[in-house]
């Protein structure tokens, strides 16, 4: 959102912006009552609350996939491998970075046959890694949330089916105006741009 923020402000130098955050729950309503343009928003496997549809007045278009990966202390017994199942993690203790991200670990952690064992949870993706660091547990990130590094930390991809969040751009249907239209615009290419700077990150960290 910041770099597509700036690059609105270039555009249209003389309009105010207002940055809201909520949750999914709270921010398609606003789209929808007009109270705001746009909602960055994001569901998990279901459906998004008060999903879009054709009677709905909202238009969604997707805009990325988010996989969510293990965050394990660097000296931890599965920190070195490529890839984990969940049910490798079955004894592991869990602090989590945001609510949605308990009940969704617990969903998939019944299908592999297991309750985790969730010694906090936070809403601070951040602070969660933090703990991770101190001992307390292991966590689930997403992929966007894994910056800025914490030290002593390994992230492991989950094998496939990988729990992962999917993240749109909820609009109102009846409204359009230039400056939506540029931040419209803009979202998706500041995620290809992202995508191409961790691709070429990741093909200097994987330099000899």
Known sequence: MPGALARLATAHPDTVVHVREHEPEGSLP????????????????????GRPGPNSGLAWAALMDDPLHVVLPAAHRLADREALELTE???EPWVLGC?????YLRRYAEH?????EVRGTTTDYFFARSLVAAGMGISLIPSIALTPEVPGLRTVPIKPPAPTRHIGIATIRRRDHPQLRTLVRALPEQVTQQSRGEKETGARHGDP
């Not at 606003?30 to 609350?49: E, I, K, M, N, S």
């Open 30 to 49: 606003l789209v929808r009552q007009g109270t705001v343009d746009l909602a960055l928003a994001y569901h998990f496997d279901g459906p998004l609350p």
């Open 89 to 91: 993690l079955a004894e």
């Open 99 to 103: 609510l949605k991200t308990e009940a």
């Open 112 to 116: 592999a046959g297991f309750t985790p």
